[in-house]
């Protein structure tokens, strides 16, 4: 195995994995200043948010899911040289996303208030989260450019550029926030519709900065409407599909489930629902790491996997899963020497309140290591060879038949506390744990696939 492990395999990893994960981290980073601004407001408002924040989750996971056919296929057409048909692939990703995005940046503007009743039956919490879904109704289509882009650029090997595109976003985020929120420079104080304004506007920000970048950079990637619209071949869309359709209804179904994990807490009572949403940053700081070194896997694998080089993928993928638990030993470190400072900037919470997110703190950190593992192993490595299918059947039933089952009994039929149901909830993980180290073992993920459309 040291043969596969030179100086150059690392130095990639690292290239790869640390804007990706910056990326990742500063672009959660736009609720998550929502979150902790709003904390100073007040539970309602941080509550509100936390709902929101989930929902447009929901919606972008449709763009996230047709992102990942995206970088699937552009790492192997990377690796097999096919830049071309790279580019393609970014096109048809842009126009699948948007054309699936239009009817729900409308139900969001038309409807807010029905969609925050899903989650929750706090009349206050219902009006403030309508406020903010209506403002950024457009967020899910501004996602098509970002993660369509994003995706094609990481498999050419560029995250740089995208953390670049998204640290302008993310200091235009805060900046905004800081203006709206609270009514500085002369502003109005506008508390949560600022925030959701400041969201809005960073994000068309970023897709200005992106669309600029295409035009002045030589890049085979180009997305105008011309060039989408030559983009849409027949077989190359139908491959395309082939791979994407599967992440997309296993992200759609996930995100779903992830909403109904939310509604559970939001049901449980405001309390119980703000102290998840208080952990939910720290959560997405450490997932940020997990996700750079998952998606440095996904590149790497696809490089090797599109040159039919099936033994560095091989071994390497081995390698790649013990750095990503090592990776979020390192995480649950951080998040713990930190906690004091965390909780510090919720000024406006109840004892009561930080003491539940306290416990919810501890029952993630527990669980960190297993989800870094299923994480870099499912979407690093067994989508690498588009194995989408099998990912699809094991993410929907682990979590539909075992982590939402469990966690809906341990709060409304055993009535535990929130730390035990936020743990219950985790059981999803640990039967995925088993199920995809067994499929890895098989090699079956071991596919080339820039055979399947003609050079």
């Given at each position: 195995m040291r043969a596969y492990l030179d100086r150059m395999f690392f130095q990639k990893l690292f290239r790869l994995a640390i804007p990706v994960s910056l990326q990742y981290l500063l672009h959660s980073s736009r609720y998550i200043a929502d979150m902790f601004m709003l904390g100073q407001i007040g539970e309602n408002s941080l509550a509100a948010v936390g709902l929101c924040t989930n929902l447009h989750m929901l919606f972008n996971s449709v763009v996230w899911g047709l992102a990942a056919g995206v970088g699937i296929l552009g790492a192997q057409f990377f690796g097999a040289k096919q830049t071309k048909r790279l580019a393609q692939t970014v096109n048809i990703g842009v126009a699948a996303s948007a054309l699936l995005m239009l009817p729900l940046c409308l139900l969001l503007f038309l409807w807010p208030a029905g969609v925050m009743r899903i989650g929750t039956d706090q009349g206050e919490i219902i009006a403030l989260g309508a406020r903010y879904l209506r403002i950024t109704a457009l967020l899910p289509l501004g996602m098509t450019i970002v993660a369509s882009v994003g995706a094609g650029l990481n498999a050419m090997g560029r995250p740089h550029v995208n953390f670049i595109f998204t640290t302008v976003a993310v200091l235009s985020n805060i900046f905004l926030n800081w203006v709206l929120i609270f009514g500085n420079l002369g502003a109005p104080a506008l508390g949560i519709d600022g925030a959701a304004l400041a969201t809005l506007l960073s994000m068309l920000i970023e897709v200005a900065f992106i669309f600029v970048y295409l035009a002045v950079a030589k890049t085979a990637i180009r997305v105008t409407p011309l060039r989408v619209w030559r983009a849409l071949?027949?077989?190359?869309?139908?491959?395309?599909?082939?791979?994407?359709?599967?992440?997309?209804?296993?992200?759609?179904?996930?995100?779903?489930?992830?909403?109904?994990?939310?509604?559970?807490?939001?049901?449980?009572?405001?309390?119980?629902?703000?102290?998840?949403?208080?952990?939910?940053?720290?959560?997405?700081?450490?997932?940020?790491?997990?996700?750079?070194?998952?998606?440095?896997?996904?590149?790497?694998?696809?490089?090797?996997?599109?040159?039919?080089?099936?033994?560095?993928?091989?071994?390497?993928?081995?390698?790649?899963?013990?750095?990503?638990?090592?990776?979020?030993?390192?995480?649950?470190?951080?998040?713990?020497?930190?906690?004091?400072?965390?909780?510090?900037?919720?000024?406006?919470?109840?004892?009561?309140?930080?003491?539940?997110?306290?416990?919810?703190?501890?029952?993630?950190?527990?669980?960190?290591?297993?989800?870094?593992?299923?994480?870099?192993?499912?979407?690093?490595?067994?989508?690498?060879?588009?194995?989408?299918?099998?990912?699809?059947?094991?993410?929907?039933?682990?979590?539909?038949?075992?982590?939402?089952?469990?966690?809906?009994?341990?709060?409304?039929?055993?009535?535990?506390?929130?730390?035990?149901?936020?743990?219950?909830?985790?059981?999803?993980?640990?039967?995925?744990?088993?199920?995809?180290?067994?499929?890895?073992?098989?090699?079956?993920?071991?596919?080339?696939?820039?055979?399947?459309?003609?050079?």
């Amino acid at each position: 195995m040291r043969a596969y492990l030179d100086r150059m395999f690392f130095q990639k990893l690292f290239r790869l994995a640390i804007p990706v994960s910056l990326q990742y981290l500063l672009h959660s980073s736009r609720y998550i200043a929502d979150m902790f601004m709003l904390g100073q407001i007040g539970e309602n408002s941080l509550a509100a948010v936390g709902l929101c924040t989930n929902l447009h989750m929901l919606f972008n996971s449709v763009v996230w899911g047709l992102a990942a056919g995206v970088g699937i296929l552009g790492a192997q057409f990377f690796g097999a040289k096919q830049t071309k048909r790279l580019a393609q692939t970014v096109n048809i990703g842009v126009a699948a996303s948007a054309l699936l995005m239009l009817p729900l940046c409308l139900l969001l503007f038309l409807w807010p208030a029905g969609v925050m009743r899903i989650g929750t039956d706090q009349g206050e919490i219902i009006a403030l989260g309508a406020r903010y879904l209506r403002i950024t109704a457009l967020l899910p289509l501004g996602m098509t450019i970002v993660a369509s882009v994003g995706a094609g650029l990481n498999a050419m090997g560029r995250p740089h550029v995208n953390f670049i595109f998204t640290t302008v976003a993310v200091l235009s985020n805060i900046f905004l926030n800081w203006v709206l929120i609270f009514g500085n420079l002369g502003a109005p104080a506008l508390g949560i519709d600022g925030a959701a304004l400041a969201t809005l506007l960073s994000m068309l920000i970023e897709v200005a900065f992106i669309f600029v970048y295409l035009a002045v950079a030589k890049t085979a990637i180009r997305v105008t409407p011309l060039r989408v619209w030559r983009a849409l071949d027949s077989q190359a869309v139908r491959h395309f599909l082939r791979i994407s359709v599967p992440l997309t209804i296993g992200g759609v179904a996930w995100h779903v489930g992830a909403f109904v994990y939310q509604a559970i807490y939001g049901h449980m009572g405001t309390l119980e629902l703000a102290s998840v949403s208080m952990v939910q940053p720290m959560r997405t700081i450490m997932f940020a790491f997990f996700w750079g070194i998952s998606t440095a896997t996904g590149v790497i694998m696809g490089h090797h996997l599109g040159a039919g080089e099936f033994q560095h993928a091989w071994y390497r993928s081995q390698v790649l899963v013990a750095f990503g638990v090592g990776a979020s030993l390192i995480a649950v470190l951080l998040v713990w020497l930190g906690e004091p400072l965390i909780f510090s900037l919720y000024g406006q919470m109840t004892a009561e309140t930080l003491e539940a997110a306290r416990s919810v703190l501890w029952a993630m950190l527990l669980t960190t290591p297993i989800l870094a593992a299923n994480v870099v192993g499912v979407v690093g490595i067994l989508q690498s060879g588009a194995d989408t299918r099998f990912v699809l059947f094991m993410d929907v039933s682990c979590q539909w038949l075992v982590g939402i089952p469990f966690c809906y009994l341990a709060a409304f039929s055993w009535h535990w506390p929130i730390a035990l149901v936020y743990l219950a909830a985790f059981g999803e993980e640990f039967v995925k744990l088993f199920i995809w180290a067994w499929r890895f073992r098989s090699r079956a993920w071991i596919r080339r696939l820039v055979h399947d459309v003609a050079a």
